[in-house]
């Protein structure tokens, strides 16, 4: 199992509750698109399936590790090797070059830079932008810069990938090509959870998971 919460909450201080005893397993390879408003705790349920946020309450496995148990030296290791992220920001470094933006996602695995370097530009082949490497990101379209930052996901070659509303700066035409090439590079054999507002988008995906006011209120799989 991919990912596996059981009766998560997730309390930040004041008593807002952002998730209210969420329960939802991911199998390996399935790939999951996340509705719902804002506020209804999409975003907090992805930063807690990659480990940038400890639930309050409840159990959280993570490609097979409990991450109630681990320290967050363990949490690290498994974000530097295991997940991969792609946000609707693209948080690239505006001084440095494609590639290097790319090298950059991989500094905790411990590679050498020459290494991280090559497994780069292998990633950016991947995501059609092997013309593009030595541009600086401002050179780029919203549509590359996005690719840019789902290459530095894919890198490491994660298990898990978390993209939350990752077309939200896009225009339609970017937008479908990412979501394209997001199915296509987990086709692979990752497992993909997306959040998106669009329910275009989210009817492009086998299973489609709706939450409300911190609760998943619908769990359908076309």
Known sequence: MALALNQVVK???????ALRG?????????????VGPSGSGKTTMLTIMGTLERSTAGSVQVAGHDIGSASDRDLAGLRAHEIGFVFQGFHLQESMSVVDNVALGMLY????????????????????????????PKQLSGGERQRVAIARAIAKRPVIMLADEPTGNLDSKSGGEVIDLLHRLASDGATLVLITHDEAIAGGFGRRVQMRDGEIVGDDRT
């Open 22 to 34: 969420v329960s939802l397993e991911v199998p390996d390879g399935d790939q999951v698109a996340v």
């Open 109 to 136: 695995t411990g590679q050498p830079l020459r290494q991280r370097r090559e497994v780069a530009r292998i990633a950016l082949e991947r995501v059609g932008l092997s013309h593009r490497m030595d541009f600086k």
């Open 11 to 17: 309390e930040y201080p004041g008593g807002v509750a």
